[in-house]
């Protein structure tokens, strides 16, 4: 018994920074998106978050997203379809660059 509640206190810890988020992580992976494809007719090798956002899309009073659960499935959807090749982790910490910077979400209100 004794070893049962060792091991699963051992997993507990061992899983709370895999549960952390980084934002300073999430700015930097958000600033150093660069994907090569066609945007607008025309064949970049430039594209970023701000090709298609800039900072007043993510303040804009009519915004989608109103939840942080939201904001990560943004995040996630972006992910996806443009094929950034962000991790799990790595979207969690962008969604909570962004989060910290623009939408000022409060986690546990979900």
Not at 34 to 58: L, N, P, V, W
Not at 59 to 80: H, M, W
Not at 87 to 94: I, K, M, Y
Request: negative net charge; glycine residues 4%; hydrophobic residues 35%.
């Amino acid at each position: 018994m004794k070893n049962a509640v060792l091991a699963a206190t051992a997993l507990m810890l061992m899983a709370g920074p895999l549960l952390a988020v980084d934002a300073d992580s999430g700015k930097e992976l958000y600033d150093d998106v660069q994907i090569e494809r066609d945007y607008q007719g025309e064949h970049r090798t430039d594209i970023s978050c701000e090709t298609c956002h800039d900072t007043a899309f993510y303040e804009r009073s009519d915004r989608k997203v109103t939840t942080y659960a939201k904001l990560e499935a943004q995040v996630e959807g972006c992910n996806t379809n443009l094929d950034v090749g962000w991790f799990p982790e790595d979207v969690a910490d962008v969604a909570a660059y962004m989060n910290r910077e623009y939408y000022k979400f409060a986690k546990s209100a979900e």
